[in-house]
């Protein structure tokens, strides 16, 4: 950041008043833990540039996450952030959007957090439609601990818990969210195409409500062979594109030549292709800008007035107050 | 609160509230503009600044927040935590001046370190001190209010004279040491100089039996003849070194000297002619005394000419060696005979520097109730010093004075004379605004624009008038984005020109001028002051305009104006489009001429090849030329691609920053301001590395390219590996 103090500068007008800009490095805090190659990488850079390029105040932008590797991203954002406990990002969330209506709420959750402890919390999210934006790190197995298979593992994936393979088909996250009544916002991504994440991503954020992003990512040490076969062959990867969805540049058209055109108001359609594995659809599935958002539904009329807000803050901090004997003076 | 849309014509037509609807406007709202700077402690600005005792004129005046930056700058490794201390102390001398106005910067400091300190915090101490080493400077630490324009502008002239007062003491010791020698060099040649006493006493006690000086004396007043001066010469030495050895212009230390700082032009008046005669008499002085020392005085020619020596008074030149006459006086105390007097002394070209203070320049016009003077006398005394022609003129808001600290040093050494018109921003009737908000508002609302007029820049008029320090001098009102939050505490922006209006709306003399309306009414017909200016309405007006305020809670409200506001402010837009034309904006005559020119070349037939140009996206035959180009011309990715040759590059637009080659080789492999990789520099490592990065990366974007140094070991094998990711 430019400067740690709002400044009007040692030679300048009054009302020209000092606006703080800021770079990506701005955003990044201490050194990511992720492994080399780690797609959590990729995706804290595109969020990082989101933040830029929307100029958003560090104060008024939170990350919330739950635990697993996905969920270190609010450590490595200089903005707020809250590393909450497993499969519980989602309540978190809702509580800081309820509370904080004015803040910008990004939500990073794995497979595990949100599929599997956190997944009551991840339907009544759907359903809650708060405007938040939400990125599921998928990278389709428990990292953190060292490989147990996730509820997105594919069927036969060879892990800890499923030495013999995993017995499941997997849980498709898509239809998930497709299949929750309230759903306004629905895409898929995933982290070796940045030009697409990052637009995803910005979609995403200018959505006003629940905006769900399935990120397909690579986990480069516990299943490093898992994605090549889309990796190497752009073939295997469906660009959907639309005038209200995903704008596609000509030289991502040149390498990634099978794409479809999708309405993303089309709900029908949004469910069959989001029933597709192989190829992968990347881009915005579905969304309705009509959902009402929670937080609208039960605003609180009364003005957050300067006056409001002190008096609010010094409860709080009456709490940590030893008064004399007697109590809090009248 | 309800009101409907004919209660608020009604105001703006008549200045009268009907019904509950409208609300008074009162002193807990502010212009919106302003909201952000509720506190000016907790900001850094120009303010307070230093009126600095050490140093020379372009260091008399120093702002503490540059003075902090500049002193952190020097600390080296600990420069961060320094600076971020000197915030700190800075924060708290903001809030120990907001109390008392001025004080001495030592003791200041060493207080507000004091208070800055929480508990037991070395750390602290150690950076106010250092930082204070660093600063080298002291003297009085001042924040704007009704004292600061003439204690800042007095210190800067007291810096510029005693520069004069210097320069004058070199000359005139200077001068005195050679008339002295000339006195002194008569004696020692003449038969007197040569007795053999006075032989004697010349080598000392040592020799003073070694010589026969009876005889040395009669060798020497034989053998050389002695040189005397004319006695009219003598007199004319002597009566030098008395004239420069007791003029009062320039006291020594423990003398008493002339004042030259007054507080009304009359006493300066009498003064000047009182020392006329001593002036005239010391700048004869060092004039015939320059000759003398030079031995360039021809009694035969000069005598003469010396004799009617300032008979038609001095000119600039001879007068800019004397000191400057300081007159600073108040807006209020400028009567008749005082703007009278100024204006003569000005209109003299003798060298004296007027400071018209104005606190109120809202106060009300003789004309009618509700309408106001806009400043009248401070402007038209300017008006006047510019018409003179050869005064300089500057004028500006004491939010102003440090940023334009140097047209203010050089309005002070201009050597004839020169008028300072400043806004202090300090009067009782905007309560609750600190007078640096109120006089940086009045420059923003054009009522007390920003100028410098300097004779001596230029022979024209675009080159003298300078109005460059006006924010947004090309518009008719400066626009800033307004951020704020609705109900729902969204984020939403808006635009909005801070105009005389809005300044107005700031003093309590005119809260009723000015209707708070309910939010349901803001989107009925109500525009901006701007907007309003530019209509032209016909029989009852359907829409009046507002003003944006915010209160005490922080809640954004619309004020309606009425018609004297705006009629004000149409007066006030006149004024500054006048201002803007005589500093070279929107000039009336060049933009008269350009309309003609664009007329005269519309009205020339376009050469062919130009209506080639244009018709050809219509022409018919262009869409089947078009399709074959495009597929001709190699797409720019192309283009790069095939640029690289041989040299090894990264598909930078793919790469997915999972730091694998950059922690291979952070030197060769860096990332940019997207934060992603690049090669930086193919140097900076091995082609192994190179051939390794793009094995190892995950999106296959990274080309090793050939080889750079043919002696790398292992190369064969590694340009077979690097094969696939050509």
Known sequence: ?330 | MEANPKQKIVFFLTGRREGTGLEPVTKRLRPALLARYSDLTALRFDFPVLLNEKGGTADSVLSLSALVDRASEEMGSDRDRIAKHGYRIEHQIRKDLSDKGAGDFTVMWESAVKRATTQDDDLLRDSGDRLFKAFEASGRLVDVDSQLPVALIQHAWGAVQAEKAKAFREKADRLLFKLKEVLAAEIVGSAAGRTPEKLKAGVGASFADSFDFAALSKILVESTPGSSLTDERRRRIQRLIQVLESQKFYAREGEQGYPFSFTSSSEALQAYQQRHEDAVELVKALTIAELESKGDYHEATHSALFEGFGANGLDASELSQLPDYLVCTDSHRLDAAEMSHIVELLAANVPIKVVIQTDDVLEPSIVAEGHVALGLRARTLVDIAIGLSDVFVFQSAASQLYRKRESLLGGLSYPGPALFSVFSGSNDHTVGIPPYLVAAAAVESRVFPSLVYDPSAGEDWASRLNVDDNPQKDSDWPSHTFSYEDEKLQSLSETFSFTLADFMAMDDRFYRQFSVAPKSEWANGMISVPDALDRKWTGVPTEVPYIALVDDQGRLQRAVVDDRTLLEAKRCRTMWHSLQELGGIHNSHAERMLALERKARAEIPAAPMLVAEAAAPLAPAAPAAAPAAAVEAPAPETLAEECHGDDPYIETARCTTCNECTQLNAKMFAYNENKQAYIADPDAGTYRQLVEAAEGCQVSIIHPGKPRNPKEPGLEDLIKRAESFM
């Open chain 1, 1 to 330: 950041m430019k400067t740690t103090l709002p400044s009007i500068g040692a030679s300048e007008c009054l009302l020209r008043m000092y606006d703080e800009k800021h770079e990506i490095e701005d955003y990044q805090k201490g050194v990511p833990r992720w492994c080399t190659g780690c797609g959590d990488n990729a995706i804290l850079t595109a969020v990082q540039k989101l933040c830029r390029d929307e100029a958003l105040a560090p104060e008024k932008t939170v990350f919330v996450s739950g635990i697993g590797c996905s969920s270190r991203l609010p450590h490595y954002m200089n903005t707020y952030g809250f590393h909450g406990i497993h499969g519980r990002a989602f309540p978190v969330a809702e509580g800081v959007k309820m509370a904080r209506p004015d803040l910008k709420v990004f939500v990073n959750t794995g497979d595990g957090d949100c599929c599997s402890i956190g997944a009551a919390h991840w339907i009544h999210a759907i359903r809650y439609n708060m405007d938040m934006t939400v990125m599921l790190h998928d990278n389709q197995i428990y990292g953190l601990t060292k490989m147990q298979a996730s509820p997105t593992s594919p069927i036969g994936t060879k892990s800890n818990t499923t030495p013999r393979g995993s017995y499941l088909e997997a849980l498709n996250p898509l239809t998930v969210t497709l299949g929750i009544s309230n759903v306004s916002f629905v895409a898929q991504v995933v982290d070796w195409i940045p030009d697409v994440l990052y637009q995803v991503i910005h979609a995403a954020y200018h959505h006003k409500g629940f905006s769900f992003i399935r990120i397909i990512q690579r986990c480069p040490e516990w299943l490093p062979k898992l994605m090549d076969p889309w990796l190497h062959d752009p073939q295997r990867v469906m660009l959907l594109h639309h005038e209200n969805g995903l704008q596609i540049s000509p030289s991502l058209a040149k390498v990634y030549t099978r794409m479809e055109e999708h309405d993303p108001s089309d709900m029908n359609r949004a469910r069959e292709i989001a029933s597709s594995i192989d190829p992968i659809p990347v881009g915005i599935l579905y969304r309705d800008d009509d959902i009402p958002c929670y937080e609208e539904t039960r605003h609180d009329s009364k003005l957050r007035t300067t006056s409001l807000i002190k008096k609010g803050l010094e409860a709080e901090l009456d709490k940590f107050t030893i008064w004399p004997e007697g109590g809090k003076p009248a």
